[in-house]
Structure formats: structure tokens, C-alpha cells
């Protein structure tokens, strides 16, 4: 077989969805300029995605928890400071672009508030807390033509195109099954619990309302915060939001997935509060281009696959093994040894990444869509988040993924959207 190679933009704008609008871009910041950037969310996550642009202009900081954001605000003095994003956005013009590490609950918000001002956008994953909000943010992304990337810092891997690479060549014969597996939330975050009947005092650094922004209102509790709001329905996404934007995005890249066709879950008790404390989740995807029929399974919770019989060993707390025709790729390793041995690699033809963060800046400034933009991204959030919905329906789901609807149990439906709070819309 001729081997062409493959051009930084072809492999880029072949992970969109719809790569020909995706590439257009503001071009209000040169190549050479520095980009002018606001974080909403500067503690936690949002500390460690400052560390990674220091290269640029950090401009404003927003936090809601300004001791949660200290450090960030003794790092950067001259940046101006916010306690609400949408204050910041109002008031200061300096602003070429936005980095999003808040809440799940908040993403879509903070996100949308920023694209409609123009400005370039990345936001930590999952892309939102619910379906229909990854079908708008990737609308509203192209609508805007501005650069964007989620949080899922692992699809910038070489380990990635390695395996794009393989898989595409033959490696292990045509792809039946992926298995996807996590310990989360064992010892992350508290699960399967009922909501907390006590109110506590709110810190003082905290605007408890802000922090809640479109979310039903509630007492304060400190069963919510630092970072036990994962666990909870109304601000988080459970297991699956959590780790599956990382575990899924590659898989979406590899197997080149659209939409599933049917989606199922089986948990632990499921209560109206907080994600159960273990589920398995099954994705049954069409064929697709060459690629046959294949069946794609999440565990959580601490739940496992089979140990397949090429690898021998005990899995670990996480990973992922894909079943071929010929062979297994446990992770990135070729199994069995006998097919690892005949195989002769392919050259590389896939561009590699500058780095994920790296990605975002170049789009910015006018360069090629980054590899985790807002159509990819949008796509594999939604299929993630459709597990969750799964979970609260109770049975087997029927997808139709371009009208974005449940067929076959119409109440299910409910799941993909929320109501917001009084005041907040998207």
C-alpha cells in the first residue's frame, strides 16, 4: 500500500466535524504579537492552565473564591481582578481571549459570553454539563469563527498519532470492541450520597451565589466544595465528564466515530443528588468509512473489563485496550507478541503537535483549527454526556445524533437539557 503523507491541516481539520468552517479565524492578533488573556477560574485547574500560557499577556483573572485564587493573584499583580465574569467582560476591552477552568456547571456560560464578544476560547473539559449545551457551544464557535480547544491536554500526545498511525495501516485487523475503564470517583470524590440537610456558614473569600450561577439555588455546604462538586448532578458530570473527554477524544481520532447509534448503562443505585458509585456504559457505533461496526464500553467506580487473555497481567486503575481481528492494543502496546513481532511499523505521516496549549495560542493568532477545537470537541462531550443520560433513563437508548434525540423513550429526552436558575440563560 502508497503511504501519503498527511499535512499538519489535513490531520487537524480531518478531526472536526466540520473542519472547512472550523478553520476560519479571527485575525485580530499577529503571529508575533502576544495574545491579551483572561482566566475565569484562576485557582485549581484554572492555576494550572496559567502555567502553561505565562508565555502570553495574563491581562484579568476572575475567580469566585478569591482565596482559592491567591496565588494566581500574587503571580500576576498587574492583572485586574474579578469575582464575576460577566463584569469582566463588560468592563475591560482589553481582552483577545478567554480561558474557562470553572465548573462544569458553568462552562456553556462563561464559554458563550466570551465567543459573542469575539474572543478566542478555551475551556476545560467536558465542553459543558449537559447534550443540547455541546450542540450550542460548537454551533455558537463556528458562528463566531474564533479559535478554540478544550481541556483534554492528552490528545496532543505523540502516542495518539502512534496509534492512529498503526490502526489505519492494519496493525490488528479491523476493530471490533474498545474497552475504557477508570477508578473515579474511588477516592477522588463522594458519590451515591443524598443532599446534606445542613446549611454551613459560606467563607468569607466565596460568593456562594456566583459560584452557583445557572444551578438551582441551595444552602451552602461544605459537602460541595473544593472539588466534591464532580459527584453532584447539579454542578458536575460525574466519572464519565470527568475522565471520559481524555479516554473517548482519542478513541473518536483512532476509530474515526460520529455518532453512536444506541447507548446503554447499568449502575449502582441512582438517585436524583449525586452519580452512582459505579456504572458501565456501552456505545454501539455504526460503520464507518472502512472501519466495521464497533462496540465501545466505559466502567467506572472501579468496575473493570475482562483482563484480555494477550496481556496476562492484573489491569490497572485506568486504561484502555482495543480489540482488532489480529491482535489487541493494550494502551499503545501491540499484543500478542507473535503479531507484534511480524508487524513492521509505518513511517510517520501524521504531523505531531507543538503541545495542546501551544495549539490553542497558534490558532489564535491565526493558524490551523487546534486538534481538540469545538467541533471534535463538541461531538465526543455530547457522546460522553449521552452516558449520563443513559444512566437516568434506565434502559437501552436509541440515538439519532442529527436531530440530537432519544427514539425510542421519548422521557429520556428530558436528560439532554436543564432548566436554569432565574435570570441565567444560554
Same mark, same amino acid.
Given at each position: 500500500?502508497?503511504?501519503?503523507?498527511?499535512?499538519?491541516?489535513?490531520?487537524?481539520?480531518?478531526?472536526?466535524?466540520?473542519?472547512?468552517?472550523?478553520?476560519?479565524?479571527?485575525?485580530?492578533?499577529?503571529?508575533?504579537?502576544?495574545?491579551?488573556?483572561?482566566?475565569?477560574?484562576?485557582?485549581?485547574?484554572?492555576?494550572?492552565?496559567?502555567?502553561?500560557?505565562?508565555?502570553?499577556?495574563?491581562?484579568?483573572?476572575?475567580?469566585?473564591?478569591?482565596?482559592?485564587?491567591?496565588?494566581?493573584?500574587?503571580?500576576?499583580?498587574?492583572?485586574?481582578?474579578?469575582?464575576?465574569?460577566?463584569?469582566?467582560?463588560?468592563?475591560?476591552?482589553?481582552?483577545?481571549?478567554?480561558?474557562?477552568?470553572?465548573?462544569?456547571?458553568?462552562?456553556?456560560?462563561?464559554?458563550?459570553?466570551?465567543?459573542?464578544?469575539?474572543?478566542?476560547?478555551?475551556?476545560?473539559?467536558?465542553?459543558?454539563?449537559?447534550?443540547?449545551?455541546?450542540?450550542?457551544?460548537?454551533?455558537?464557535?463556528?458562528?463566531?469563527?474564533?479559535?478554540?480547544?478544550?481541556?483534554?491536554?492528552?490528545?496532543?500526545?505523540?502516542?495518539?498519532?502512534?496509534?492512529?498511525?498503526?490502526?489505519?495501516?492494519?496493525?490488528?485487523?479491523?476493530?471490533?470492541?474498545?474497552?475504557?475503564?477508570?477508578?473515579?470517583?474511588?477516592?477522588?470524590?463522594?458519590?451515591?450520597?443524598?443532599?446534606?440537610?445542613?446549611?454551613?456558614?459560606?467563607?468569607?473569600?466565596?460568593?456562594?451565589?456566583?459560584?452557583?450561577?445557572?444551578?438551582?439555588?441551595?444552602?451552602?455546604?461544605?459537602?460541595?466544595?473544593?472539588?466534591?462538586?464532580?459527584?453532584?448532578?447539579?454542578?458536575?458530570?460525574?466519572?464519565?465528564?470527568?475522565?471520559?473527554?481524555?479516554?473517548?477524544?482519542?478513541?473518536?481520532?483512532?476509530?474515526?466515530?460520529?455518532?453512536?447509534?444506541?447507548?446503554?448503562?447499568?449502575?449502582?443505585?441512582?438517585?436524583?443528588?449525586?452519580?452512582?458509585?459505579?456504572?458501565?456504559?456501552?456505545?454501539?457505533?455504526?460503520?464507518?468509512?472502512?472501519? #466495521? %461496526?464497533?462496540? =465501545?464500553?466505559?466502567?467506572? &467506580?472501579?468496575?473493570?473489563?475482562?483482563?484480555? @487473555?494477550?496481556? +496476562? *497481567?492484573?489491569?490497572?486503575?485506568?486504561?484502555?485496550?482495543?480489540?482488532?481481528?489480529?491482535?489487541?492494543?493494550?494502551?499503545?502496546?501491540?499484543?500478542?507478541?507473535?503479531?507484534?513481532?511480524?508487524?513492521?511499523? #509505518? %513511517?510517520?505521516? =501524521?504531523?505531531?503537535?507543538? &503541545?495542546?496549549?501551544?495549539?490553542?495560542?497558534? @490558532?489564535?493568532? +491565526? *493558524?490551523?483549527?487546534?486538534?481538540?477545537?469545538?467541533?471534535?470537541?463538541?461531538?465526543?462531550?455530547?457522546?460522553?454526556?449521552?452516558?449520563?443520560?443513559?444512566?437516568?433513563?434506565?434502559?437501552?437508548?436509541?440515538?439519532?445524533?442529527?436531530?440530537?434525540?432519544?427514539?425510542?423513550?421519548?422521557?429520556?429526552?428530558?436528560?439532554?437539557?436543564?432548566?436554569?436558575?432565574?435570570?441565567?440563560?444560554?
Amino acid at each position: 500500500m502508497t503511504r501519503k503523507p498527511i499535512s499538519r491541516r489535513s490531520f487537524f481539520m480531518a478531526a472536526a466535524a466540520t473542519a472547512a468552517t472550523a478553520g476560519a479565524r479571527s485575525k485580530r492578533v499577529s503571529a508575533n504579537d502576544k495574545l491579551n488573556i483572561a482566566f475565569i477560574g484562576a485557582g485549581g485547574r484554572g492555576s494550572g492552565n496559567i502555567k502553561e500560557l505565562t508565555g502570553e499577556n495574563i491581562v484579568a483573572l476572575c475567580d469566585v473564591d478569591w482565596r482559592c485564587a491567591a496565588g494566581s493573584f500574587r503571580q500576576f499583580p498587574n492583572a485586574a481582578k474579578y469575582k464575576d465574569y460577566r463584569v469582566m467582560l463588560d468592563k475591560q476591552k482589553d481582552i483577545d481571549a478567554v480561558v474557562v477552568s470553572t465548573p462544569d456547571h458553568v462552562h456553556a456560560f462563561a464559554a458563550m459570553a466570551a465567543m459573542q464578544l469575539g474572543k478566542h476560547v478555551y475551556c476545560e473539559k467536558p465542553l459543558t454539563h449537559s447534550v443540547w449545551e455541546a450542540r450550542r457551544i460548537a454551533e455558537a464557535a463556528r458562528e463566531a469563527k474564533v479559535a478554540t480547544q478544550m481541556g483534554n491536554c492528552g490528545q496532543a500526545g505523540d502516542w495518539v498519532r502512534d496509534l492512529c498511525e498503526q490502526v489505519w495501516d492494519g496493525a490488528i485487523g479491523p476493530v471490533r470492541e474498545v474497552h475504557v475503564w477508570t477508578d473515579r470517583p474511588l477516592g477522588w470524590w463522594p458519590q451515591g450520597i443524598d443532599r446534606p440537610k445542613e446549611a454551613h456558614d459560606i467563607p468569607d473569600s466565596l460568593d456562594w451565589n456566583l459560584w452557583l450561577g445557572p444551578a438551582p439555588e441551595r444552602p451552602f455546604n461544605h459537602a460541595y466544595l473544593p472539588f466534591k462538586w464532580r459527584g453532584w448532578w447539579d454542578f458536575g458530570t460525574g466519572a464519565l465528564g470527568d475522565i471520559g473527554c481524555h479516554a473517548l477524544h482519542p478513541i473518536f481520532r483512532v476509530l474515526k466515530l460520529g455518532h453512536p447509534t444506541t447507548v446503554e448503562a447499568a449502575s449502582t443505585e441512582v438517585n436524583s443528588e449525586t452519580f452512582p458509585l459505579g456504572s458501565i456504559v456501552r456505545y454501539e457505533f455504526p460503520a464507518r468509512e472502512d472501519m #466495521p %461496526p464497533v462496540k =465501545l464500553v466505559w466502567y467506572d &467506580g472501579g468496575l473493570k473489563p475482562e483482563t484480555p @487473555a494477550e496481556y +496476562g *497481567g492484573v489491569l490497572d486503575k485506568n486504561g484502555t485496550y482495543y480489540v482488532g481481528d489480529k491482535g489487541i492494543f493494550f494502551g499503545n502496546t501491540l499484543l500478542p507478541k507473535s503479531r507484534a513481532d511480524e508487524y513492521e511499523r #509505518p %513511517p510517520q505521516t =501524521l504531523p505531531r503537535s507543538p &503541545g495542546h496549549h501551544a495549539e490553542w495560542v497558534l @490558532a489564535c493568532k +491565526g *493558524g490551523e483549527p487546534a486538534g481538540a477545537n469545538f467541533d471534535p470537541a463538541g461531538l465526543v462531550t455530547e457522546v460522553v454526556l449521552l452516558g449520563n443520560v443513559a444512566l437516568r433513563a434506565g434502559r437501552k437508548l436509541e440515538w439519532d445524533g442529527a436531530a440530537m434525540r432519544v427514539t425510542n423513550k421519548d422521557e429520556a429526552n428530558q436528560y439532554l437539557r436543564r432548566d436554569y436558575r432565574d435570570g441565567w440563560t444560554l
